[in-house]
């Protein structure tokens, strides 16, 4: 047996017979059997099923497909393979040459966000290419299998049939490329950032993947195998319990959906969510060169607030900046944007943005119970500056007329200094909601996206659990609600360190519901 050792992927547990990639390409050596313009329609063909089929189960990562169409129309990738294959240059060289050539001109601008758009880039390249020959991509293994590829790229996890994988394992890649995402997002368990995983392997050698933990057994022992198989029976077909659990020492936890898009309600409702602990209402914002106005805004919203059917609804304002940047709200570039102008700083500072969505979120609170949170707290008075402006919205509204009901007003807890306050921040609003991702990755110092400093950003260690702690027992001495809604909620490992520091309601995607609160109907924690 040999363990190795990656990046948690996707949580969950998978084994299997290893499935090389490679294997299910098409040859290098097939002939190249169809004209350009005819892999284009069909690769544009792949792209659109690809994000139908994605956003069934993951409307906002279906996003990704939408971007790598509008890639795959855009002239100068085109115009770049045209012209290449007017000169004499064989078709599939001239697709490769033009993706080298704007893949180059990305990684040239030197951000690092913008290396998501070159993985996709490439993506494009490799559809394109392999619609040049027969048979199409995706060739089946004979069973259920593990995936192991050296990369695996956003339209490899959209294609994977989980009647055909059950996990995947790479050598390269990070928790937080779009392939992790998607993974995420559709269920499957994986490991990245295995290095050399497939130099060590053979088609059809035994594989554990063990997604949460980050690692990957080959060829494991008998006893392993038991330990394993019995976990992933224990996940197997979960049934959806709906409501809030009660732990097996009798304390009640609600488990509620991190959504970001105005469809997200479906999936959240139908993993039995028991609310929605975060909107991530950037989806409104993305991929557009014009901010969405106050009514668009409210009809996503409302969309979001009458598909939970009564249940609550917590809605993020606008968290731009840093790792997440939009091209319809142009920064200046800055030397350390995760530290910059971002999230609620840049919102008060620009109400024309900030007030148009707040009144709209507010206006939402007419189609079901709607919080209003803002993210990126690191201090009383950036809440209470927010706070007034939400509450001189309300009174306006109802100036003219519109009937709104109270509407909780909370705040994010992702900044260690906003931790350290918490008593001061609970004293004032109306519920806490606990960003692990950035709360640790600002604990550490490590950016939550770089695989390089990973092994730092541990959600267990003290510094992270003391930090959780004090919030917890500020929100209980205040009387007000605190939650998790960071990826820490999701880690069947990190849920009874959370559920002992007092916490009772966690945030998820909605995929990990069932098996989230099927583990807090047996956790017996005294
Ligand atoms: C967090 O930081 O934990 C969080 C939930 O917000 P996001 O992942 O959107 O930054
Ligand atoms: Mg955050």
């Not at 998607?182 to 392997?201: C, E, H, Q, W």
């Not at 970001?260 to 909107?279: H, K, P, T, Y």
């Not at 909605?510 to 583990?519: T, W």
């Given at each position: 047996m040999l363990k190795l050792t990656g990046m948690p992927g996707s949580?969950?547990?998978?084994?299997?017979?290893?499935?090389?990639?490679?294997?299910?390409?098409?040859?290098?050596?097939?002939?190249?059997?169809?004209?350009?313009?005819?892999?284009?329609r069909l690769a544009r063909d792949d792209l659109i099923r690809l994000r139908n089929e994605v956003a069934a189960h993951a409307p906002h990562e279906a996003e990704i497909f939408s971007a790598q169409l509008l890639m795959l129309d855009d002239p100068m990738l085109q115009g770049g393979i045209r012209r290449r294959i007017a000169q004499g240059e064989p078709v599939e060289k001239a697709i490769s040459g033009a993706i080298a050539e704007l893949t180059r001109l990305f990684r040239e601008l030197k951000d690092?966000?913008?290396?998501?758009?070159?993985?996709?880039?490439?993506?494009?390249?490799?559809?394109?290419?392999?619609?040049?020959?027969?048979?199409?991509?995706?060739?089946?293994?004979?069973?259920?299998?593990?995936?192991?590829?050296?990369?695996?790229?956003?339209?490899?996890?959209?294609?994977?049939?989980?009647?055909?994988?059950?996990?995947?394992?790479?050598?390269?890649?990070?928790?937080?490329?779009?392939?992790?995402?998607?993974?995420?997002?559709?269920?499957?368990?994986?490991?990245?950032?295995?290095?050399?995983?497939?130099?060590?392997?053979?088609?059809?050698?035994?594989?554990?993947?063990?997604?949460?933990?980050?690692?990957?057994?080959?060829?494991?022992?008998?006893?392993?195998?038991?330990?394993?198989?019995s976990r992933t029976e224990d996940t197997a077909r979960l049934p959806i319990l709906r409501g809030p659990v009660m732990t097996a020492?009798?304390?009640?936890?609600?488990?509620?959906?991190?959504?970001?898009?105005?469809?997200?309600?479906?999936?959240?409702?139908?993993?039995?969510?028991?609310?929605?602990?975060?909107?991530?209402?950037?989806?409104l914002f993305q991929d557009r060169e014009r901010l969405p106005d106050e009514e668009e805004q409210l009809a996503a919203y409302r969309q979001i607030a009458e598909g939970m059917e009564g249940r609550p609804v917590i809605i993020r304002t606008l968290d731009a900046g840093s790792d997440k940047p939009l091209p319809c709200l142009p920064l200046e570039p800055e030397a350390n944007p995760a530290l910059g102008w971002r999230g609620i700083r840049l919102s008060l500072e620009m109400p024309d943005t900030f007030l148009p969505q707040v009144r709209a979120i507010l206006r939402a609170s007419a189609f079901g119970p709607v919080g209003v949170m803002f993210p990126m707290i690191a201090t009383l008075e950036e809440f209470l500056k927010a706070r007034e402006m939400a509450e001189s919205a309300l009174q306006e509204l109802r100036r003219q007329g519109r009937d709104i009901p109270p509407v909780p007003i909370g705040t994010m807890i992702e900044i260690p200094s906003s931790a350290l306050i918490a008593d001061a921040l609970a004293r004032e609003a109306d519920f806490l909601s606990i960003g692990t991702n950035d709360l640790i990755q600002y604990a550490f110092a490590a950016d939550r996206a770089n695989p390089k400093v990973a092994s730092l950003t541990d959600p267990r260690h003290e510094a992270v659990l003391r930090l959780i702690g004090m919030v917890s027992e500020a929100g209980r001495a205040h009387g007000k609600p605190v939650s998790v809604c960071g990826e820490m909620a999701a880690d069947p490992e990190s849920v009874p360190f959370l559920l002992r520091l007092g916490i009772t309601e966690l945030s998820v995607s909605?995929?990990?519901?069932?098996?989230?609160?099927?583990?807090?109907?047996k956790l017996d924690l005294v």
């Open positions: 949580y969950g547990i998978a084994i299997g017979k290893a499935v090389l990639g490679e294997d299910l390409r098409p040859s290098a050596q097939a002939e190249v059997s169809l004209p350009f313009e005819e892999a284009l690092p966000l913008l290396r998501e758009r070159q993985t996709d880039l490439e993506d494009i390249g490799r559809r394109l290419s392999g619609r040049l020959r027969k048979p199409p991509l995706s060739a089946c293994p004979p069973e259920q299998g593990i995936l192991v590829a050296r990369e695996l790229f956003p339209s490899d996890i959209a294609g994977m049939n989980p009647e055909q994988y059950a996990g995947f394992a790479t050598d390269l890649g990070t928790p937080t490329s779009h392939a992790a995402i998607l993974a995420r997002s559709l269920g499957f368990p994986g490991v990245f950032g295995l290095k050399d995983i497939t130099r060590y392997l053979r088609p059809g050698d035994i594989l554990i993947i063990d997604g949460t933990a980050g690692a990957v057994y080959l060829d494991p022992d008998r006893e392993t195998l038991r330990r394993y198989a020492h009798g304390v009640l936890i609600l488990v509620k959906a991190n959504i970001g898009s105005a469809g997200g309600s479906r999936q959240a409702l139908e993993m039995g969510a028991d609310g929605i602990g975060v909107v991530r209402t950037e989806f909605p995929v990990f519901i069932p098996a989230l609160k099927r583990q807090i109907s």
